[in-house]
């Protein structure tokens, strides 16, 4: 069962490694056999080589990622509010977004949806 | 293709009919064949029958849903953070909830999913 201190700390070090742009960390998060679905709708990656390939892209950005809210955790998945702040020589642009994490009995993550829209952006 | 605004609707609505303690105006959002699972882990209810029992045992109390963030929708689903403040004679308690939407063709809810646990409860 997964505890709420344990379903933060993966959450807090997630947030952490895309501001920082610890590839390595991410990674570390995941299991082998994970999906990543972000966002939701968009088809679905499977297995590490294909999550590694989406957050190179993502760390290459300078973001800046930013919980707003209590982690809800129930059963062995948690979802939590965020905001990812983008910068780009010419624009700032901000993504509000809640990850859906299911996480196997060793609180890594084998399933991750990213639930936002073009609705969520502000500019 | 369920838009931002349909969404929003459905949650706002949502979020009334529980302050409200309108029974029917919940039961009017959720498709026949619907389930509910709150919170997560505890068990799916299958069926008007057994929703329209669940909600009966919820509206029975004095309390106010109040949306806290953006509704972030996707694809046929959405997500959304809110919190449910309870009050009896002598405490009043605030819950911290994620929901999760499922919606059909004709935007009526197929199943949701509430993500919280003790953790997400203030007294």
Not at 84 to 112: K, L, W
């Amino acid at each position: 069962m997964l505890t709420h201190q344990a379903a933060e700390h993966i959450v807090d070090t997630y947030m952490r490694c895309l501001s920082e742009g610890d590839l390595e960390g991410i990674m570390a998060l995941y299991a082998d056999d994970a999906t990543v679905e972000d966002p939701v709708g968009s088809g679905v990656l499977a297995g590490k080589a294909a999550i590694r390939e989406f957050y190179g892209h993502t760390v290459a950005m300078d973001i800046t990622a930013e919980r707003t809210g209590a982690v809800r955790c129930a059963a062995n998945e948690m979802v939590f509010p965020f905001l990812v702040h983008a910068r780009t020589a010419d624009m700032a642009i901000t993504y509000e977004i809640i990850d859906h994490f299911v996480v196997d009995g060793e609180g890594r993550v084998v399933s991750m949806r990213a639930f936002w829209s073009e609705a969520n952006i502000r500019h």
